[in-house]
């Protein structure tokens, strides 16, 4: 029987699809209500569950992990998602995972997650982690710089569609669950609505023309949809200044302090937890975030439960940003006393989310001469710095993460479903049926 294909094209709307002919031949094109925070890793967890934040505990992309003392964004083990998921859901059902998160230790048959080498000398070199071992090396090598970063572009989408095409071909899997990266980029970088936006939905919709015409059920949806957002908030700033905040310094560098801090805050796209120690520092530091430019609503115990993001995971406030707004990590108060990873692609160093990531610091006439220099170290096998992101982040024009205002800016779903709104939690129910009619 022909098998289930459920491509998830981040970044996907209404107004894109409008620009990609191949993609809209799927079906017709249902809204898609996401969780809040309408950010990746939330809401592929809500489609893998049929559950809210509040349920299967994927607050963010990251969050402060009480009981280690450290905040970390980009975590990979699917433990941290607490309920079944759609992979164990169907006895026998043969699955393949495709770069979807919290892949490492999922109940997927077959998978691929980005997963660098972190060599003993302190060298990073693209990889990726496989279920089997044996897929890694039928696949050619994993393009991470182009996954994420400065170079991120177009052929990580390339190689996923690749990836996808052999293991539909290969390994015949029942349910294959794809993950398309593309519009992420430029829609961050430029903004949704200018040329970068037009020829990325282009892009996207020509490198999945070869799995589009498989033999298969395709089922299309996306997780958010990117806005127009050119206001940066530093919500650490604020609470260091508000004497909330702690660092401690080495090496002259200055790291936050989240043991002894009375209030900080981990910024995710257009929303942010503030942890906050004390009981009594509540009202304070709720005091400080909600009289911040860009701020337009500060969630207590209340305003959670009504978002579905009661979870222990969560910050005792979570600040939502307005729409042309969005949250740095950055608490530092002087750019030299900022630490050295604040100037890498460092995902998993960083307290909080980095879109300037996506940038060539554009301050620095010598920026690419010194990239090139890294890369060359890079590929004699020494050790490199590839320090080129740009601490001023004023060049981002689009982020995600709040409810969106207009369903023409949210996410799609695109399958043979009935109905022309259907919530995020539904897609795990919509999909078990899709397997029940096949069969699987």
Same mark, same amino acid.
């Given at each position: 029987?022909?098998?289930?294909?459920?491509?998830?094209?981040?970044?996907?709307?209404?107004?894109?699809?409008?620009?990609?002919?191949?993609?809209?031949?799927?079906?017709?094109?249902?809204?898609?209500?996401?969780?809040?925070?309408?950010?990746?890793?939330?809401?592929?967890?809500?489609?893998?569950?049929?559950?809210?934040?509040?349920?299967?505990?994927?607050?963010?992309?990251?969050?402060?992990?009480?009981?280690? %003392?450290?905040?970390?964004?980009?975590?990979?083990?699917?433990?941290?998602?607490?309920?079944?998921?759609?992979?164990? &859901? #169907?006895?026998?059902?043969?699955?393949?995972?495709?770069?979807?998160?919290?892949?490492?230790?999922?109940?997927?048959?077959?998978?691929?997650?980005?997963?660098?080498?972190?060599?003993?000398?302190?060298?990073?070199?693209?990889?990726?982690?496989?279920?089997?071992?044996?897929?890694?090396?039928?696949?050619?090598?994993?393009?991470?710089?182009?996954?994420?970063?400065?170079?991120?572009?177009?052929?990580?989408?390339?190689?996923?569609?690749?990836?996808?095409?052999?293991?539909?071909?290969?390994?015949?899997?029942?349910?294959?669950?794809?993950?398309?990266?593309?519009?992420?980029?430029?829609?961050?970088?430029?903004?949704?609505?200018?040329?970068?936006?037009?020829?990325?939905?282009?892009?996207?919709?020509?490198? !999945?023309?070869?799995?589009?015409?498989?033999?298969? #059920?395709?089922?299309?949806?996306?997780?958010?949809?990117?806005?127009?957002?050119?206001?940066?908030?530093?919500?650490?700033?604020?609470?260091? &200044?508000? %004497?909330?905040?702690?660092?401690?310094?080495?090496?002259?560098? @200055?790291?936050?302090?989240?043991?002894?801090?009375?209030?900080?805050?981990?910024?995710?796209?257009?929303?942010?937890?503030?942890?906050?120690?004390?009981?009594?520092?509540?009202?304070?530091?709720?005091?400080?975030?909600? @009289?911040?430019?860009?701020?337009?609503?500060? !969630?207590?115990?209340?305003?959670?439960?009504?978002?579905? !993001?009661?979870?222990?995971?969560? %910050?005792?406030?979570?600040?939502?940003? @307005?729409?042309?707004?969005?949250? #740095?990590?950055?608490?530092?108060?002087?750019?030299?006393?900022?630490?050295?990873?604040?100037?890498?692609?460092?995902?998993?160093?960083?307290?909080?989310?980095?879109?300037?990531?996506?940038?060539?610091?554009?301050?620095?006439?010598?920026?690419?001469?010194?990239?090139?220099?890294?890369?060359?170290?890079?590929?004699?096998?020494?050790?490199?710095?590839?320090?080129?992101?740009?601490?001023?982040?004023?060049?981002?024009?689009?982020?995600?993460?709040?409810?969106?205002?207009?369903?023409?800016?949210?996410?799609?779903?695109?399958?043979?479903?009935?109905?022309?709104?259907?919530?995020?939690?539904?897609?795990?129910?919509?999909? @078990?049926?899709?397997?029940?009619?096949?069969?699987?």
């Amino acid at each position: 029987m022909a098998p289930i294909v459920v491509i998830n094209v981040v970044g996907l709307t209404p107004r894109l699809l409008a620009l990609m002919p191949g993609v809209a031949k799927v079906g017709a094109a249902a809204a898609l209500r996401p969780v809040l925070p309408a950010v990746t890793c939330s809401m592929q967890a809500t489609l893998l569950t049929g559950a809210p934040p509040r349920e299967h505990g994927i607050v963010g992309n990251g969050w402060y992990f009480r009981d280690l %003392g450290e905040i970390f964004l980009w975590r990979q083990h699917n433990a941290l998602i607490q309920g079944g998921q759609l992979w164990d &859901s #169907t006895p026998g059902l043969r699955t393949a995972n495709v770069c979807w998160w919290y892949a490492m230790g999922a109940a997927s048959d077959l998978l691929i997650t980005p997963r660098p080498i972190y060599h003993a000398d302190g060298r990073k070199s693209p990889d990726c982690y496989t279920r089997p071992p044996s897929l890694h090396d039928e696949l050619p090598p994993f393009p991470l710089f182009s996954y994420w970063g400065p170079g991120a572009g177009i052929a990580s989408t390339e190689w996923i569609v690749g990836a996808s095409v052999h293991i539909l071909h290969a390994h015949r899997p029942d349910l294959l669950m794809v993950y398309v990266p593309h519009l992420d980029y430029d829609l961050q970088r430029y903004g949704p609505d200018g040329p970068e936006a037009v020829a990325a939905a282009r892009a996207v919709d020509a490198a !999945l023309a070869p799995l589009l015409a498989e033999d298969a #059920t395709v089922v299309v949806l996306s997780e958010y949809g990117i806005t127009p957002a050119a206001r940066p908030v530093d919500i650490n700033r604020a609470l260091r &200044s508000a %004497g909330l905040l702690e660092v401690y310094t080495q090496a002259g560098m @200055e790291y936050l302090d989240p043991w002894t801090s009375r209030a900080f805050a981990v910024a995710d796209h257009q929303l942010a937890h503030v942890y906050v120690r004390d009981p009594a520092d509540l009202p304070r530091a709720r005091s400080v975030v909600a @009289e911040l430019p860009g701020v337009d609503e500060v !969630l207590d115990g209340v305003g959670k439960a009504k978002y579905g !993001l009661d979870h222990e995971r969560s %910050g005792e406030l979570v600040a939502v940003a @307005e729409p042309d707004a969005w949250f #740095t990590y950055y608490y530092w108060l002087d750019d030299a006393r900022a630490p050295d990873f604040a100037r890498l692609v460092e995902i998993h160093r960083k307290p909080g989310y980095d879109p300037a990531e996506l940038f060539m610091d554009p301050a620095d006439p010598f920026v690419k001469v010194r990239a090139g220099l890294a890369l060359a170290r890079k590929k004699l096998g020494m050790r490199y710095t590839m320090s080129v992101v740009p601490l001023d982040p004023s060049p981002v024009r689009g982020s995600h993460g709040r409810l969106p205002d207009s369903a023409d800016d949210g996410p799609v779903l695109l399958g043979p479903f009935d109905g022309d709104l259907h919530e995020a939690t539904a897609v795990k129910g919509l999909l @078990e049926g899709l397997i029940a009619r096949r069969g699987g």
